[in-house]
Structures are given as C-alpha cells and as structure tokens.
C-alpha cells in the first residue's frame, strides 16, 4: 500500500498538468506574395509597390497589406483577417524621383483564400493586369 500510494499521487499529479494545457491545434490562414518580375530592381526606374486588400464574403474590404517596394525575388507572407475571404492585389507602379504620376493596375484575378492554409500569389511579367477591379 505504500508503494501505490506515492505512484497514484505521482499519476494524478501528471494528469492534472497535462490536461490543463491549452492544445492549440487550428492554424492560421496566410497568403504569401511572391514578386517574380525581373525588371524590378532597386536600381530601376520604375518601382513597383502592391497592396493586397482582403474582402469578406459581402464583397467588404476587411484588411490590406501592402509591400513597397516590391522587388524582384521578394517575398512576403501576411496572415489574413478572420472574416476575410478573397483577395485581389493592386499595383502602383512609380518613379520616386519623377514628376511623372504613378500608374495604378489590378491584377486581373481573385485570389481565394482557404481555412488553415497558405495561398502563394505570384506576381510576374505575363500576369494580367487592367484599370478595373476584377
């Protein structure tokens, strides 16, 4: 008996630690973009800075993150806002010591996001842009 003794304080002393550790096991939904255009360089003249707005499912714009400036072989990954659900990239492309305006382009496509996951965006020189929002 006084060998059971100290062994079932042992085990419930073990168990007691254990089962008050909150077990964080849902993981974060994130989006990574990827600059992958070859002419923007820091020493370019044009310069290229994007903003990633997050929608929710009633087309509201929830959250943005930007990356200015964006260059080549850059990458950069954002954890979405809980209630986002689609993204969609905007594109400022600029000379910082002109006095030229900047030009501003969407990328054609919409990005959806999924629960838990990453989704890589890929910005290169054949991706689509246009004046409107996709």
Not at 6 to 19: D, G, N, Q, R, Y
Not at 73 to 96: D, E
Request: with cysteine; proline share 4%; aromatic share 8%.
């Amino acid at each position: 008996m006084k060998k059971i003794l100290p062994i079932l304080v042992i085990l419930i002393a073990t168990t007691l630690m254990f089962s008050c550790q909150k077990v964080d096991t849902e993981k974060s939904t994130t989006y990574t973009i990827k600059m992958n255009m070859p002419t923007a360089t820091a020493d370019a003249n044009v310069k290229y800075a994007l903003t990633v707005f997050e929608y929710n499912e009633d087309g509201e714009k929830v959250a943005n993150n930007s990356i200015d400036p964006a260059l080549y072989g850059s990458s950069k990954t954002f954890t979405a806002n809980s209630r986002s659900v689609k993204l969609k990239v905007h594109v400022k492309m600029y000379a910082p010591s002109s006095a030229i305006s900047p030009v501003y382009r969407w990328v054609q496509q919409v990005f959806y996001l999924e629960d838990g996951k990453n989704i890589d965006i890929l910005l290169e020189d054949t991706t689509t842009v246009g004046n409107s929002e996709p």
